[in-house]
């Protein structure tokens, strides 16, 4: 009850959001679990420290003095024989003591983090490569199989349930791949590969972000994790595997022509056309994501016109360039981005 009552007061402190909480002492997984134990552990023992210290420098403060106790200055620097070995004592006691929770506290955080890591499953896992990018998250599902690779951006869908194995990667500067509610904060170094595990107890919506500064537009650089049943993760996926529905709506079609136009193609992929560009998100199942411009802004047609005339307003430096698209083109190329689901 207590805890659930800090735990809320912490919660609403971080960023509200149509997800759960967006908190590492909410956790939803085994990782983030014994995290949460280890920092409630430090929370409690430290607080209780603390309050000690306080109730015994109020004591002292405010103990009653009579007036032989008056120590004169000359006194207080020559202390009695008794009164050195109290002292002594005292000191001596609470260095031990101090040495003592010190190597608890380091006990418990090296076994927590041993533990976390000890959790790489054998048992058919989920392997999901993250590439930082500044300032948006390249999603890949691996599969043996290249034909069965997914490859999306800045939401990531997982099955309750199973273990899934986050391989880090980075295409320029560091990031740090945090998820509170999952599991602690990743760091993404280019040209090496950092592994975690992390499994969701609970379908729900967990929002993450970078947690390493990584220039302009670090701070709109988040990603949303859903966790579904394995069913509804099924059927997202058998989504995503497909290539984008060729349109048979005109206004579609137009629309798709006007992207194909369009320097888009030199930058963004869309599977089952020929836009092929590979340095910035995939835009196969576009229509289906929760955000633009990693979750910058929600998925909508509005935010989306936004975004493809002027992309360096909403989201300044970002590395997308500015195209002028034909105004008599933009809601066509609109409704067939967002077609895509
Ligand atoms: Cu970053």
Same mark, same amino acid.
């Given at each position: 009850?207590?805890?659930?009552?800090?735990?809320?007061?912490?919660?609403?402190? *971080?960023?509200?959001?149509?997800?759960?909480?967006?908190?590492?002492?909410?956790?939803?997984?085994?990782?983030?679990?014994?995290?949460?134990?280890?920092?409630?552990?430090?929370?409690? *023992?430290?607080?209780?420290?603390?309050?000690?210290?306080?109730?015994? *420098?109020?004591?002292?403060?405010?103990?009653?003095?009579?007036?032989?106790?008056?120590?004169?200055?000359?006194?207080?620097?020559?202390?009695?024989?008794?009164?050195?070995?109290?002292?002594?004592?005292?000191?001596?006691?609470?260095?031990?003591?101090?040495?003592?929770?010190?190597?608890?506290?380091?006990?418990? /955080?090296?076994?927590?983090?041993?533990?976390?890591?000890?959790?790489?499953?054998?048992?058919?896992?989920?392997?999901?490569?993250?590439?930082?990018?500044?300032?948006?998250?390249?999603?890949?599902?691996?599969?043996?199989?290249?034909?069965?690779?997914?490859?999306?951006?800045?939401?990531?869908?997982?099955?309750?349930?199973?273990?899934?194995?986050?391989?880090?990667?980075?295409?320029?500067?560091?990031?740090?791949?945090?998820?509170?509610?999952?599991?602690?904060?990743?760091?993404?170094?280019? /040209?090496?590969?950092?592994?975690?595990?992390?499994?969701?107890?609970?379908?729900? *919506?967990?929002?993450?972000?970078?947690?390493?500064?990584?220039?302009?537009?670090?701070?709109?650089?988040?990603?949303?994790?859903?966790?579904?049943?394995?069913?509804?993760?099924?059927?997202?996926?058998?989504?995503?595997?497909?290539?984008?529905?060729?349109?048979?709506?005109?206004?579609?079609?137009?629309?798709?022509?006007?992207?194909?136009?369009?320097?888009?193609?030199?930058?963004?992929?869309?599977?089952?056309?020929?836009?092929?560009?590979?340095?910035?998100?995939?835009?196969?199942?576009?229509?289906?994501?929760?955000?633009?411009?990693?979750?910058?802004?929600?998925?909508?047609?509005?935010?989306?016109?936004?975004?493809?005339?002027?992309?360096?307003?909403?989201?300044?430096?970002?590395?997308?360039?500015?195209?002028?698209?034909?105004?008599?083109?933009?809601?066509? +190329?609109?409704?067939? +981005?967002? /077609?895509?689901?």
């Amino acid at each position: 009850m207590r805890r659930a009552v800090v735990s809320a007061i912490l919660a609403s402190v *971080l960023t509200g959001c149509a997800g759960r909480q967006q908190s590492a002492v909410d956790p939803v997984g085994p990782q983030s679990g014994k995290i949460d134990t280890l920092w409630w552990s430090f929370f409690w *023992l430290l607080g209780a420290i603390f309050i000690a210290v306080i109730i015994v *420098l109020l004591f002292t403060l405010m103990r009653p003095r009579s007036g032989a106790e008056q120590e004169t200055i000359e006194a207080a620097h020559k202390p009695s024989e008794a009164t050195d070995s109290r002292i002594r004592r005292i000191v001596t006691g609470a260095t031990i003591a101090t040495i003592v929770i010190l190597f608890v506290l380091i006990v418990a /955080s090296v076994g927590t983090g041993k533990a976390i890591s000890e959790l790489s499953y054998k048992k058919n896992p989920l392997t999901i490569e993250v590439t930082g990018n500044q300032w948006w998250w390249q999603i890949r599902y691996l599969n043996d199989d290249p034909s069965l690779t997914v490859v999306t951006a800045n939401e990531i869908h997982i099955p309750v349930g199973r273990p899934v194995q986050i391989r880090g990667l980075s295409n320029d500067v560091i990031h740090s791949f945090w998820v509170p509610n999952l599991h602690g904060k990743r760091d993404l170094i280019p /040209s090496r590969t950092t592994d975690e595990w992390i499994e969701a107890d609970h379908p729900g *919506l967990y929002r993450g972000q970078c947690a390493e500064f990584c220039g302009l537009q670090h701070a709109h650089m988040s990603l949303w994790v859903v966790a579904e049943p394995q069913d509804k993760f099924k059927t997202w996926m058998d989504a995503q595997l497909q290539p984008a529905v060729a349109p048979s709506d005109p206004e579609l079609q137009h629309g798709q022509q006007v992207f194909m136009n369009h320097a888009c193609i030199f930058c963004h992929q869309i599977r089952g056309t020929t836009a092929g560009g590979q340095n910035a998100p995939d835009l196969t199942h576009f229509g289906s994501r929760r955000g633009i411009a990693a979750n910058t802004v929600p998925n909508t047609k509005g935010n989306l016109a936004g975004w493809i005339v002027d992309p360096q307003s909403m989201k300044p430096g970002n590395h997308m360039a500015s195209i002028v698209v034909d105004s008599t083109e933009l809601q066509p +190329l609109i409704e067939y +981005l967002e /077609s895509l689901k």
